[in-house]
């Protein structure tokens, strides 16, 4: 899959995906057109791998973002209002089909 359409159809399922990498506070991502995917486990990208097109083999999963909440006080960190986020779990990745960095 190199477009984001359709992904609800794919969940559950292992997929490959084409796109950009990004790291984001939630950790390492892949963007792909404006979309964004997560990778289980990882922080950030290599520094070989940062912003650059790799492949990422897994399976796509959903989950919910967490919600900003205040107790005591202090707030926690998290989403304005209740939202879903894209997640590849048990993910590998590599350069196989993607153009050279720039």
Sequence with gaps: MTHAEDW???????????GTTQNQKLGAALSIDHRTVYVKGMDSWPPEFSNR??????????????????????????????????????AKYDTEGCPPPE
């Excluded at 919910?64 to 997640?87: C, R």
């Design 53 to 90: 097109m790799v492949r990422v083999i897994g399976i796509l999963r959903q989950y919910d973002l967490p919600v900003a909440g205040q107790k005591d006080g202090a707030w926690s960190a998290g989403v304005a209002e209740p939202a879903k986020a894209y997640l590849m779990d048990k």
């Design 8 to 18: 609800d159809r794919h969940l559950g399922k292992r997929v490959i995906l084409i």
